[in-house]
């Protein structure tokens, strides 16, 4: 009961934290039009110039490209599929400028994956611990899904476009991402650290690896974060993913 209402608590703190934070940004689209017009738009007598004639869409290919237009349940299964194809084929498309970031990645990945079992066996495995630890990263995921979810909602009775666009794209990114973790794996196997002897081997038809929690916590904050490029945004949606890590 009482680590349900952690959960509870911080859930609730979390997401009105991300909606605040999105808030912060949504209305400057308004604030742009209210701006004066700069002195070099103006003719020489005073008088503002024309704006130029607006492009027929329908004559303009670009206008109606899958990405001007807002997404949406339409085309869903294509879009997905389409992801899915991009991020299963990027490795080939890596470069060998590339190396300047993928050599130290793979050296500290490698490093991690050899000391994380004795760094575990370190760690606390009082059961009441887990237990908090666990309410802490479930409260974290649930405040990015439900910032997210609510954005979503509350577009629909706002019209904000934004906060529309926002929350369907995290959706988006949440189900692509758990479908690659969920293939990784079973594909690699890797037993838990309550699994065997705690060493956490692989292929070993184990289910600890890649973290779904994690994905899903970096795939909502990192959309989110990029519609809402803001500071304030940022501290608060990688600060609950990075809980979700520790």
């Known amino acids: ?14 997401s009105g934290l991300t909606l605040t934070a999105g808030l912060s940004l949504a209305a400057l689209p308004q604030a742009d039009g209210q701006r004066p017009v700069p002195a070099e738009q103006n003719g020489t007598d005073g008088k503002a110039k024309e704006k130029p004639a607006q492009k027929n869409t329908a004559d303009d290919p670009a206008a109606n490209s899958p990405e001007s237009s807002q997404p949406g349940f339409k085309g869903l299964g294509k879009r997905f599929f389409e992801d899915q194809k991009q991020i299963w084929t990027s490795p080939a498309k890596v470069r060998f400028s590339d190396a300047q ?3 130290p990645l793979a050296g500290f990945t490698t490093l991690l994956l050899q000391t994380d079992a004795t760094y575990s066996r370190q760690l606390s495995h009082n059961p009441s611990t887990l237990s908090h630890y666990n309410d802490l990263s479930t409260a974290s995921v649930g405040a990015l899904v439900s910032g997210a979810g609510a954005m979503w909602v509350l577009s629909h009775a706002t019209h904000n476009e934004h906060w529309r666009e926002t929350g369907f794209l995290a959706g988006e990114a949440a189900l692509n991402s758990l479908a690659d973790v969920e293939a990784m794996k079973y ?18 038809d184990g289910a600890s690896f890649p973290s779904e ?8 904050a990192g959309v989110i974060a990029h519609e809402y490029p803001s500071t304030l945004t940022k501290i608060v949606v990688y600060s609950l993913a990075s809980l979700v890590d520790v």
């Open 213 to 220: 929690h994690s994905a899903l916590a970096w795939s909502v």
């Open 187 to 204: 594909a690699l196997g890797r037993e838990r650290p309550t699994q065997g002897i705690g060493n956490g081997p692989f292929l070993q």
């Open 1 to 14: 009961m009482r680590g349900c209402l952690i959960v509870l608590v911080f859930s609730c703190a979390a």
């Open 101 to 103: 970031w993928l050599v």
